[in-house]
């Protein structure tokens, strides 16, 4: 906020300042302060408007930042559960690989139905 916003919301807040004298009453000076927390308030759900934010319902600069809070924790355990599943998937393919490779000394069919299985072992842990 600037200087110049300041003195705007002041001079909406009290009246008349032709006379260079600022004379604020109670009620003056809080319609002030109000004018000073919406502006504040504006420009963080400005912000979080610009970033693909919701802003939610929230009367004060508080409300909205909990909002944020709770939105960027989402995010991020979204994410998290992204690359779990990933990872998972793919030690599933490798199990599965490993299957399909030709039949060597000691590799047996047994062998490679374990591997299918430990591929299925793995995807499912990812269902419960």
Not at 16 to 28: I, K, N, Q, T
Not at 68 to 77: E, F, S, Y
Not at 78 to 101: D, Y
């Amino acid at each position: 906020m600037t200087r110049d916003d300041i003195i705007r919301m002041a001079r909406e807040a009290e009246g008349d300042l032709d006379d260079g004298v600022w004379l604020f009453m109670p009620d003056e000076l809080e319609r002030f302060a109000a004018l000073v927390a919406a502006a504040e308030r504006e420009k963080v759900a400005q912000w979080m408007i610009q970033r693909s934010y919701a802003t939610g319902h929230g009367d004060t600069t508080e409300d909205l930042l909990q909002e944020l809070d709770w939105q960027i924790a989402d995010g991020w355990n979204r994410a998290l559960m992204n690359g779990v599943k990933t990872e998972r998937e793919e030690c599933a393919k490798v199990c599965e690989q490993l299957a399909e490779v030709e039949i060597m000394p000691g590799f047996t069919a047994s062998t490679r139905t374990d591997q299918f299985e430990c591929a299925a072992a793995i995807r499912a842990r990812g269902q419960a």
